[in-house]
């Protein structure tokens, strides 16, 4: 456990004795771990909307560590919030979870996107969290669309079956 200790240390020979007192401070280790609590790192989102996932920062050093900041590397114009946006303080062997909501684009194409998460601690310790964000379109579309080719084929026949003998 980190703190200070201390070592009182006694050399004699014979009568004589000398004695000093010295003290060994213990910094502990600084070591975080993220990830999610299911271990599924992917989701889905719609364009334009947000999409929420759980991930969790564990201390797995032997200090105390201090001042965790999260961020993230996302595509142009997407938005990544964190709540909590810091973490003040995790004691070794503590959990915190931590909710990211994200929100692609409105002019986000359809498809895979990579969002990561990065959470910095003390002393260098740090840990990144690579999400797979799958950009899908409103059901809606797919219906606007069906109807759509129904229409196409119903004008088609119509014209064929007024057109068709002439």
């Known amino acids: 456990i980190a703190g200070t200790y201390p070592i009182i240390v006694t050399i004699g020979m014979g009568e004589k004795k000398a004695e000093i007192k010295l003290a060994v401070a213990l910094t502990g280790t600084y070591n ?3 990830g999610t609590p299911t271990g599924l790192l992917s989701l889905d989102a719609s364009i334009g909307k ?3 996932i759980s991930i969790y920062i564990k ?12 961020s993230s590397f996302k595509p142009e114009n997407w938005k990544v919030e964190f709540k909590p946006e810091k973490i003040e303080s995790l004691e070794p062997g503590a959990l915190k979870q931590v909710e990211v909501t994200i929100t692609p684009s409105a002019q986000a194409l359809v498809g895979d996107y990579s969002v990561s ?3 910095d601690g003390e002393k260098g ?9 799958a950009v899908k ?5 797919g219906w606007i669309g069906l109807i759509l080719i129904v229409l196409v084929i119903a004008v088609l026949g119509g014209l064929f079956l007024r057109l068709g003998r002439r």
């Open 117 to 119: 998460i990065s959470a």
């Open 137 to 141: 379109t409103s059901p809606a579309w």
């Open 50 to 52: 947000s999409a929420n």
């Open 59 to 70: 201390n797995t050093g032997s200090a105390p560590n201090r001042n965790i900041a999260l």
């Open 32 to 34: 975080i771990d993220a």
């Open 125 to 133: 310790s740090s840990k990144n969290v690579e999400l797979r964000v």
